[in-house]
């Protein structure tokens, strides 16, 4: 079943393209469907490619095919001999879809992204807010957050990928076994799970190719812990 603004989007490329002969742009989009941005369009294009009702055709970075109409627009505008049309669009590269997706782009949140988080890298150096990433607010709890891009395979079979966008609730605290961000010496700054054994603090890779790291607690300051987790393909 499609949501108010996914079906509100299908109709009205139908539409479009039955009475001009051309896809509208993003903007004519954004318009019609009273959403502030054209990432919401971005979302709503997402949504109905995983429901099946369009594909982006591969080789053409700005073209969309719509393979079917859900029941209620087929009775309605479907015209006879219906086939799928190709609609030009300007179409960037998709978001993994493990996020909810938001009806009205108003209930989304802007975190800074930081950079990319490597050895030898304090957090406060990356500080950066020219650079956001939108996400739900779902996703979020109280207090501040930001956002870190992964750079390595250390912590792969926790299910974090080199390349992929995390959600970090800024925090000096984090329970045993959580994954945080540490600064280790006031200088190197690493994505670990946190392990507190005895009077140390160690920091645990999920990769068995890299050895866990062990630090008396003066030496690591907790910069904040994972809540979430974004990728791209």
Known sequence: MLTRKQHELLQYLHDYLEERGVSPSFDEMKDALGLKSKSGIHRLILA??????????????????????????NQETKPKGFSPKVIQGDFGEGVAATLPEPEVLAETAQLPVYGRIAAGTPIEALRDHSTT????????????????????????????????????????????????????????????????????????????SYETRIFPPERIKIQGRLIGLLRRY
């Open 48 to 73: 109905l490619e995983e429901r099946r009702f369009i594909r982006r055709l591969p080789n053409r970075a700005r073209a969309i095919e719509v393979l079917r109409l859900p029941e209620d627009l």
């Open 133 to 208: 990433i939108t996400v739900p607010p779902s996703m979020l709890g109280r207090g501040e957050h930001y956002a870190l891009e992964v750079e390595g395979d250390s912590m792969v079979e926790a299910g974090i990928h080199d390349g992929d966008t995390v959600i970090i609730n800024r925090s000096d605290t984090a329970d045993n076994g959580s994954i945080v961000v540490a600064l280790i010496d006031d200088s190197e700054a690493t994505l670990k799970r946190l392990r507190r054994k005895g009077g140390a603090i160690a920091l645990e890779p999920a990769n068995k």
